[in-house]
């Protein structure tokens, strides 16, 4: 638990969640170009039912959709891909930990500490709050993995589907491009 008068550890749970969210937001970038490159039709008629809807998504979410529109237009790259979306998956499950659980820290210096999870549903019993023993270290560790692991490999995929884009819908694709720039631009990341 954190304590009014313990800075340090104040200090080290907005680091370890900040690090973490500021890695969710660089990968979702990536991804939401997946998106956004993988399915040309969704801009033919923006309210068409069944255009998927973007704004409100989840980090889950995301990638969820952009499973969904690579097994459609691109299942050749879901294939290719599979060990993405298995780190991104085990990302998104550490990602929600250090986003919404209760840190208890379990020393002073917080080289360890508790994340008090949701336990595993069992048939037929409530779900209580369990805790997971993690050091710092750990912790850190596990999000530079999860960053180096996704980062090259989504890239990757987000300009496969852009090329395939540029070359099947050249007039759709310089629409998104261009849009595309301009929130890189703003947010750094080119």
Same mark, same amino acid.
């Given at each position: 638990m954190i304590r009014p008068d313990n800075t340090r550890q104040y200090e080290m749970?907005?680091?370890l969640r900040g690090a973490t969210l500021q890695v969710s937001a660089y990968i979702e970038v990536f991804l939401m170009n997946v998106i956004y490159y993988s399915n040309s039709k969704q801009?033919?008629?923006p309210i068409e039912?069944?255009?998927p809807k973007t704004r409100h998504l989840t980090f889950g979410g995301k990638i969820k959709l952009a499973k969904d529109l690579l097994n459609e237009f691109h299942p050749d790259l879901l294939i290719e891909y599979k060990k993405l979306f298995e780190d991104l998956d085990k990302f998104l499950k550490i990602r929600n930990r250090m986003a919404h659980c209760f840190f208890e820290w379990l020393d002073e210096k917080c080289l360890s500490l508790n994340i008090w999870d949701n336990a595993d549903q069992f048939a037929g019993k409530l779900r209580?709050?369990?805790p997971k023993k993690i050091t710092t270290l750990q912790v850190i560790d596990s999000i530079n993995?999860?960053?180096n692991d996704i980062t090259f490999p989504v890239i990757s995929l987000q300009n496969e589907v852009e =090329?395939?884009?540029k070359k099947n819908d050249p007039v759709v694709y310089s629409m998104i491009e261009n849009e595309v720039n301009k929130? =890189?631009?703003k947010s750094g990341y080119l």
């Open positions: 749970d907005m680091r801009y033919g008629n039912p069944g255009t209580f709050f369990t993995d999860y960053f =090329l395939r884009l929130v =890189l631009k």
